[in-house]
């Protein structure tokens, strides 16, 4: 299965799909290219270190359409079938979706359907939950809404800062990205709706 990935910054997601790859853990699949709209991502360096191909595809003042239409030809130019976005920090417009219906993923540092959008974990810290985590899910038109494919806990420390807890979900999120994406490489997933099944368990 060829992935592809799209970032804005650090990238460690990204990294933590593209060792499981690499080492094997995500059998049958490739990372075909990596795709930044900021072209001083600092997950672009790390993936030209471990020799996957970038490409900065920057919006520079035109319309979602047209910014996604130009990221979509070169999803479809590297062969890419499966989208993971990493810490991409755009929504997707329709057109974009519907080029690759139930094939989008995302990673999300909250356990869904709580704290939605930006700053999930200081959202979280906020409104004094004791337990919260990160979600990997599939993307429809919504913000943070589509069919959950997994998702990993992480307890909310009295002292914790939003710094601490990202670190200690962000831990969670690698795990949860690359069992995700191997789930799918695998074909072991049945979507139902809302819901998504195990195949082997179903
Ligand atoms: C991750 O914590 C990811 O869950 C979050 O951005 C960070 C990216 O880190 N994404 C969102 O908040 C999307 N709504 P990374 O660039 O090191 O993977």
């Not at 072209?39 to 035109?62: C, F, M, P, Q």
């Not at 139930?102 to 939605?116: A, C, E, G, K, T």
């Not at 795990?175 to 139902?192: G, K, P, Q, S, T």
């Amino acid at each position: 299965m060829n992935i592809g990935i799209l970032i804005s910054g650090r990238g460690s997601n990204m990294i933590a799909i593209a060792d499981a790859v690499e080492s094997g853990e995500i059998g049958g699949s490739e990372v075909a290219v990596v795709i930044s709209d900021k072209s001083d991502a600092a997950g672009l360096g790390k993936a030209r270190e471990r020799g996957i191909k970038t490409s900065v595809i920057e919006r520079n003042g035109r319309t979602r359409e047209e910014h996604d239409a130009e990221i979509i030809a070169e999803l479809r130019k590297n062969e890419v079938e499966l989208v993971c976005l990493a810490g991409y920090m755009r929504l997707l417009s329709a057109g974009f979706i519907r080029s690759y219906p139930n094939r989008i993923v995302n990673i999300h540092p909250s356990l869904l359907p709580s704290f939605r959008g930006l700053d999930a974990q200081k959202q979280a810290i906020e409104y004094g939950v004791k337990v919260s985590g990160c979600t990997v899910h599939f993307v429809d038109e919504d913000l943070d809404n589509g069919a959950i494919i997994l998702q990993r806990t992480v307890e909310v420390l009295d002292d914790d800062t939003a710094e601490t807890l990202s670190a200690r979900i962000l831990e969670q999120e690698h795990a949860a990205y690359v069992e995700a994406v191997r789930r799918i490489a695998a074909r072991d997933l049945w979507i139902n709706g809302r819901r998504t099944v195990l195949i082997a368990e179903a």
